[in-house]
């Protein structure tokens, strides 16, 4: 009898981690930069092709402002890593945190806080995760790469009443000096 309740346990803790590795495999899957119509597709294939009047960057978006018509991102650079070049930039800045990687797949570097302005082009492609959609935090729904306008985007980044979107990471494309891309880089 203490046999066969042994191997119910360990059959029950057995599938309890098949299940969180499911989880945790699922999460890392289904987030933008790992989706299959995701930034860091669009990043890996247009590096080899990218012009050399633009550049591809994460930061975080610490402000929106208007200025004679045109809009601008005061953002915060940072460094974004994923998967196993995440795990490695974590050992190596949390040696003893006795964790063997990157919490959730991920990790944020941002030794500066060092904020730069850059343009909009008013015809700016906005992808987006998650927003408040209808006022509900219900509403508040993952919808992967989900296009909205970019007067939309102003909109959404000013109402923080549910979700406050400067909290994300934005991966930014500028060319000619605007920015041509914006896509909101969700967190687990």
């Known amino acids: 009898m203490k046999n ?3 191997q119910w346990k360990l059959r029950l803790l057995g599938a309890a981690v098949a299940l969180l590795g499911m989880i945790v495999l699922a999460t890392y899957l289904l987030t ?4 299959e119509e995701s930034t ?3 990043q890996v294939s247009a590096k080899g092709s990218q012009a050399a009047n633009s550049e591809m960057f994460t930061a975080y978006v610490d402000d ?3 200025e004679n018509g045109k809009l601008y991102l005061v953002v915060d650079k940072i460094g974004w890593y994923q998967g196993t070049e995440a795990d490695q930039i974590f050992e190596q800045r949390n040696p003893n945190s006795g964790i063997d990687g990157a919490p959730d797949g991920y990790y944020i570097v941002n030794d ?3 904020q730069e302005k850059v343009e909009v082009s ?3 492609e906005v992808l987006m995760q998650l927003y408040d959609h209808d006022g509900t935090v219900e509403g508040t729904n993952i919808q992967w790469n989900e296009p909205v306008t970019l007067s939309k985007f102003e909109s959404l980044y000013d109402n923080t009443h549910i979700l406050d979107l400067s ?6 494309t500028v060319q000619d000096g605007k ?3 914006i896509v909101q880089q969700y967190i687990p």
């Open 4 to 6: 066969a309740a042994k």
């Open 32 to 35: 933008p930069a790992n989706a």
């Open 40 to 42: 860091d597709s669009v």
């Open 64 to 66: 929106l402002q208007q």
């Open 112 to 114: 500066s806080k060092e």
């Open 122 to 124: 008013p015809n700016a």
């Open 167 to 172: 909290v994300f990471p934005y991966h930014l």
């Open 179 to 181: 920015v041509i891309k």
